[in-house]
């Protein structure tokens, strides 16, 4: 079941400036997950933050892990046109490695 | 990462008919799949999770019964829609996870629709 709900729903700017979406989930975690999709296309997977992490970076992408506020931030940097996407969250919670989905965030980056 | 494919990509059917979706682990052995639907601008929803050799586990309030599911080898998953009616049309994905990692990697989806 989902239990991930993302901010903002849609997100429209302008190329390299910064975007951030935040998530929040309801129960307790393993790790969380930040997937991107383009329109009509599987998910991505982006980055990895696990229960006991704070903070983790992979090249323009930053994302916060506050496990007492149960939430979570991505922040892409300099954005670029093909940045240009859906983001979902996705937190593990259980032993069987299954993952809910937030409902997501579309990224506009205009040229 | 993993390399999953999908085939068919797009599928349009007739009302009544039974549709399979083939999901394959190109570049490793998958002993766990994961099935999810998508509604449009919507996010996913796990369907049932596929473990080779064993039945399938699905999600609460998914048909058994309606949406098949065999993964008869380490590599391939299938997913069958059964006697298809236009409220199955959406956009099925499914996923599989490495022995090793918590993550899952994705195919590239499959987009059905019903008449």
């Known amino acids: 079941s989902q239990q991930g709900e993302e901010d903002p729903q849609a997100l429209s700017i302008q190329e390299g400036e910064n975007a951030t979406m935040n998530c929040s989930y309801k129960?307790?975690?393993?790790?969380l997950q930040w997937y991107r999709q383009n329109s009509g296309r599987g998910l991505v997977h982006l980055i990895l933050?696990?229960?006991?992490?704070r903070e983790k970076h992979s090249g323009r992408l930053r994302v916060t892990l506050d496990t007492s506020k149960k939430s979570s931030s991505l922040l892409i940097t300099a954005s670029r046109a093909a940045d240009t996407a859906s983001y979902f969250c996705?937190?593990?919670?259980?032993?069987?490695?299954?993952?809910?989905f937030g409902a997501g965030t579309t990224v506009t980056v205009r040229a | 990462g993993a390399v999953v494919s999908q085939h068919p990509s797009r599928v349009i059917c007739k009302s009544g008919t039974s549709v399979k979706i083939e999901c394959r682990s190109l570049?490793?052995?998958?002993?766990?799949m994961f099935w999810y639907r998508q509604f449009p601008k919507k996010s996913l929803m796990l369907m049932a999770t596929?473990?080779?050799?064993?039945?399938?586990?699905?999600e609460q309030g998914v048909e058994k019964d309606k949406f098949l599911i065999n993964h008869a080898s380490l590599t391939l998953s299938t997913l069958t829609v059964t006697s298809a009616h236009p409220e199955d049309s959406s956009f099925y994905i499914c996923?599989?996870?490495?022995?090793?990692?918590?993550?899952?990697?994705f195919g590239p989806g499959t987009r059905l629709l019903v008449l």
């Open positions: 996923s599989v996870r490495t022995g090793a990692e918590e993550t899952q990697y």
């Open positions: 129960t307790s975690i393993n790790n």
């Open positions: 933050i696990r229960s006991n992490e």
């Open positions: 996705a937190t593990d919670g259980s032993n069987d490695y299954k993952l809910s």
């Open positions: 570049d490793f052995q998958a002993t766990t």
């Open positions: 596929s473990n080779e050799g064993s039945k399938a586990t699905y």
